[in-house]
């Protein structure tokens, strides 16, 4: 994690930040292109030749999970049905070779983490034998063959870490074969691992397998080589992955969920051998779970970003407890590149980093200067997210329309995004210079901050700026559009939405500036803007558990003559 700030996380640093997006093709497409190619050689006979080794008679010790599971979710097991977001899986029909599975429901199932749901339940009795059931229905499925389908490197890493932590569930049987094919699979696993992680691309992904790969080294006999490498090789992957701030560089809040749970998980690791972690496993834990809190809205609940759920306070506190550290949501990130302005019961979350290029991501958005707000536990101000649920009907080109510039609440010029969304999920050209400067001051707090994205296009540049007074009653915006290279084009169309949270309600005022928005069971917001028409359009918005729900839209549009223009905008608590 280099040059990791030492202020508080609280502590808002005034002052200027530029910060420059990666180029987005290169060395990142050819190391992509290698990673295919290895893959494909899990498939041939040398690669099972390694995998081939004693196995362990026996695990050292077993650890904690520190992340509680959900007992809903593990009653509904127990009764036959794995619920993620959204999706199902009869227990009984399950072949673990299920080609319908979204991207995140097969992870959800290849590294077993419902395990810590059935788990949840604390009654061994009746969880083991289901447990038990799908091992067995894994085994046959890709106890011996090594495919993409089951054997990436995040699912391989973080299936060690549920399969230790929850060996009484999966290993109580009384039959030797059985256990001797779990034990065999983990011991596999772990030198799969071993093979194929030098070669995976730097991220969220490489972190779980080398967490994996330690986790073995920890908890196997004869395992202390092993251990010592995964602690290098571990130590480099966070390095890569994690920003200075906290974040990680494909700037998912879900992914970083999902790493701070494993790293949380090895964390226990260390601690079943009375051994001390290592300083960057802590370290990781602390920063992440402060820059993981300081995109929660004030229900608790994630803010939706990189086409991740608005994950439930549960599961949210859930992983801030396991990660086992004492922190303040983190208000000022330059790196992870989500900006927090808080006063009074106000909260805005904005997106005020650089696009993630060159990072492997299922959904990436092209999001930069929208912001979500929230007052108290209501939410006012969202954007459409979720667009990696995968539950139907958010699929095929639903899905694609919400990675969109227009699926959040931001400016869009000309109807198009400000950075260019790839096929693969990744995002391309568009957004390369980002500036950002932060002001405190008795009148309250002030981000401005400016991106590139439609300069090469349009000769436009999109800058915003953000008040939120010190009572927190009132944010008034500003959105400028100025000349910047190239010529702009005498009119240039341009559309600022503002996405509603479910439950509010727009009513137009008489003179078409402002609307009045009602929260079910909350106050009540005044919306006005100058210079330009205000329309009220439908919108959606994709919840934790990936259903959609239909909702309004505040829509600004104009058009932008060659010398810019200027939009000024307010959003005003009434009552």
């Not at 969220?204 to 330690?214: D, L």
Request: proline share 6%; hydrophobic share 40%; glycine share 10%.
């Amino acid at each position: 994690m280099r040059n990791a700030p030492t202020a508080d996380s609280d502590r808002i640093i005034v002052g200027k930040h530029h910060v420059r997006a990666p180029a987005p093709a290169g060395p990142a497409f050819i190391q992509q292109l290698l990673d295919r190619l290895h893959r494909l050689t899990w498939q041939t006979p040398i690669h099972g030749l390694r995998l081939r080794g004693r196995y362990p008679l026996k695990l050292l010790t077993v650890p904690d999970d520190p992340i509680r599971g959900d007992v809903v979710r593990g009653r509904e097991i127990l009764d036959g049905i794995i619920r993620w977001h959204g999706e199902t899986q009869k227990v009984a029909d399950c072949s673990f070779l299920e080609d319908s599975w979204s991207p995140g429901l097969s992870a959800h199932m290849q590294s077993f983490a419902w395990l810590r749901d059935l788990g949840a339940l604390n009654d061994r009795l009746a969880a083991a034998p289901l447990a038990e059931y799908l091992m067995r229905a894994w085994l046959i499925a890709h106890g011996d063959v090594v495919s993409d389908q089951a054997w990436r490197g995040d699912f391989a890493g973080r299936r060690i870490l549920f399969w230790t932590a929850y060996a009484p569930l999966i290993l109580s049987s009384a039959d030797i074969v059985y256990r001797s094919s779990v034990l065999n699979a983990l011991g596999r696993t772990a030198r799969h691992l071993e093979q194929s992680v030098g070669r995976m691309p730097a991220g969220t992904a490489a972190v779980e397998a080398w967490a994996g790969i330690v986790a073995a080294g920890l908890l196997m006999p004869g395992g202390e080589g092993r251990r010592i490498a995964g602690e290098a090789g571990l130590a480099d992957a966070v390095e890569q992955c994690f920003t200075s701030d906290g974040g990680v560089l494909c700037r998912s809040p879900a992914r970083l969920m999902d790493c701070l749970s494993s790293l949380a998980m090895l964390q226990k690791c260390y601690e079943a051998r009375r051994a001390a972690p290592e300083p960057i496993v802590t370290e990781a834990l602390t920063r992440g779970a402060a820059a993981l809190m300081g995109v929660t809205l004030g229900d608790g609940q994630l803010s939706s970003w990189q086409g991740g759920l608005p994950l439930s306070k549960p599961d949210v506190d859930a992983v801030l407890r396991g990660c086992g550290v004492r922190a303040r949501p983190l208000q000022q990130a330059v790196d992870w590149g989500y900006q927090r302005l808080a006063q009074g019961s106000t909260l805005v979350v904005v997106d005020a980093g650089a696009p993630p290029l060159n990072q492997p991501l299922p959904m990436g958005c092209a999001s930069t200067l929208a912001f979500e707000l929230s007052d108290g536990k209501k939410r006012l101000i969202v954007n459409c997210g979720g667009a990696e649920a995968g539950a139907p009907p958010v699929a095929g080109a639903l899905a694609q329309a919400l990675r969109t510039t227009a699926a959040h609440s931001t400016l869009t010029l000309a109807d198009s995004n400000l950075t260019a969304l790839l096929p693969n999920g990744g995002l391309g050209k568009g957004v390369t210079e980002i500036e950002v400067d932060w002001q405190n001051d008795e009148a309250g707090l002030r981000l401005d901050a400016s991106h590139d994205g439609y300069v090469k296009r349009f000769g436009l540049r999109h800058a915003r700026s953000l008040t939120l007074s010190a009572v927190g009653k009132e944010l008034r915006g500003q959105d400028r559009l100025e000349p910047r290279g190239r010529r702009a084009a005498p009119q240039t169309g341009f559309a600022i939405r503002f996405h509603l949270a479910q439950g509010v309600e727009a009513t137009p005022t008489a003179d078409g500036k402002g609307a009045l928005l009602r929260i079910a069971g909350g106050p009540l917001w005044q919306f006005r803007c100058e210079g330009s028409a205000l329309m009220i359009e439908d919108s959606l918005w994709i919840d934790a558990e990936g259903q959609l729900h239909p909702t309004q839209q505040l829509v600004i549009s104009g058009e932008a003559p060659a010398q810019g223009a200027s939009i000024n905008w307010a959003l005003r608590r009434a009552a």
